[in-house]
């Protein structure tokens, strides 16, 4: 398994909550390990997932779509709280 890593991060309170960059990379790493799959790259955005313009998004969805990869996040409110923004995505 092909996987492309997106990690979002908001601000200083992640880190206390556990929802750090650092954090991000572990879950992701683990489930690269479980899956035996290898992490083609690494995107990391700095902002709120209330926005809906994220450049480096948009840049992991085209890298995971040309080489066939799967786009991982650690958690789904990572991603987006946003109901519609998520089901546009597909």
Same mark, same amino acid.
């Given at each position: 398994? #092909? /996987?492309v890593a997106y990690h979002l991060?908001?601000?200083a309170k992640h880190g206390a909550s556990g929802l750090g960059? !650092?954090?991000q990379k572990s879950a992701i790493a683990a489930y690269a390990a !479980?899956? @035996?799959g290898k /992490?083609? !790259?690494y995107s990391t955005e700095v902002g709120s997932c209330?926005? @809906?313009d #994220?450049?480096?998004l948009a840049k992991a969805m085209y890298h995971a779509r040309v080489t066939g990869a799967v786009l991982v996040i650690a958690k789904l409110d990572r991603l987006s709280r946003? %109901? %519609?923004f998520l089901l546009n995505l597909q």
């Amino acid at each position: 398994m #092909r /996987i492309v890593a997106y990690h979002l991060v908001s601000t200083a309170k992640h880190g206390a909550s556990g929802l750090g960059l !650092e954090a991000q990379k572990s879950a992701i790493a683990a489930y690269a390990a !479980e899956k @035996n799959g290898k /992490i083609l !790259e690494y995107s990391t955005e700095v902002g709120s997932c209330k926005r @809906n313009d #994220r450049p480096q998004l948009a840049k992991a969805m085209y890298h995971a779509r040309v080489t066939g990869a799967v786009l991982v996040i650690a958690k789904l409110d990572r991603l987006s709280r946003n %109901a %519609a923004f998520l089901l546009n995505l597909q």
